[in-house]
């Protein structure tokens, strides 16, 4: 059988929902079985760090929970967060084993559906990399900009409150607030969802009228059809 490597724990609550739902995915092609997944838990708050200060440092902590997982006898990888995603490109070089992009999946769901222009939610370092812009433009894609301010307020409540595992209907209004304002300004078609635990604070497929594209769903898809393959 096909085994996933999950790099996890960046943070916690959300690598258990994708655990959860790769379970509740597969049950639906062959109920009377499970796939074989092996997780390795990082510590999110030295991820942090490293994100901000040592992106080399980074893709070495990537690296070598990637060589644990390898030494586990997995087949493919996938990393159970959007922000690690800055060092995709130079870890996917280097990973003992296939990677799975959370935002390559994105982009492609994105196209699919026919959205040209989409607002980013997630951390600072994701919402102002320059990954996402990469890949979604190479698909034809265009991300609309977020204002200083509302940048700052989400990665603060992203820091402070969800990867704490605390999702408050306050922070939910305010961002359906934020959408509709970029909806009427910039003409946004739709929002990534581009942290994995936004969708544990949304959870529904549209906020204000605008279509949410949840991350965490389509990376489980994408993983999920690559175990079913054997």
């Not at 390898?70 to 493919?76: L, R, Y």
Request: proline fraction near 5%; aromatic fraction near 6%.
């Amino acid at each position: 059988m096909t085994s996933v490597g999950l790099v996890g724990g960046l943070g916690p609550e959300s690598t258990i929902d994708y655990y959860r739902r790769i379970l509740e995915r597969w049950a639906r092609e062959r109920p009377d079985s499970a796939p074989s997944i092996v997780i390795d838990s990082l510590d999110v708050q030295m991820g942090l760090r490293l994100v901000e200060h040592d992106r080399a440092g980074l893709i070495a902590y990537l690296r070598a929970s990637l060589e644990r997982l390898a030494g586990a006898g997995v087949h493919f990888a996938a990393l159970t967060a959007n922000t690690p995603h800055l060092v995709f490109d130079d870890l996917a070089t280097r990973s003992p084993v296939p990677l799975i992009s959370i935002v390559e999946t994105c982009a492609e769901e994105a196209r699919r559906r026919g959205f040209t222009r989409l607002l980013l939610l997630g951390t600072r370092f994701t919402m102002g990399g320059g990954f996402y812009p990469a890949v979604f433009g190479r698909h034809g894609l265009t991300l609309a900009p977020l204002p200083g301010a509302d940048v700052d307020w989400v990665h603060e409540r992203y820091i402070s409150e969800l990867l704490q595992g605390d999702f408050r209907d306050d922070t939910r209004q305010k961002i359906a607030e934020l959408v509709y304002r970029a909806h009427r300004e910039s003409g946004i078609e739709a929002v990534i969802l581009g942290g994995t635990e936004l969708p544990l604070l949304l959870r529904s497929a549209e906020i204000a009228g605008v279509p949410l594209l949840d991350t965490t769903a389509l990376h489980v898809e994408a993983i999920v059809q690559r175990l079913l393959r054997t």
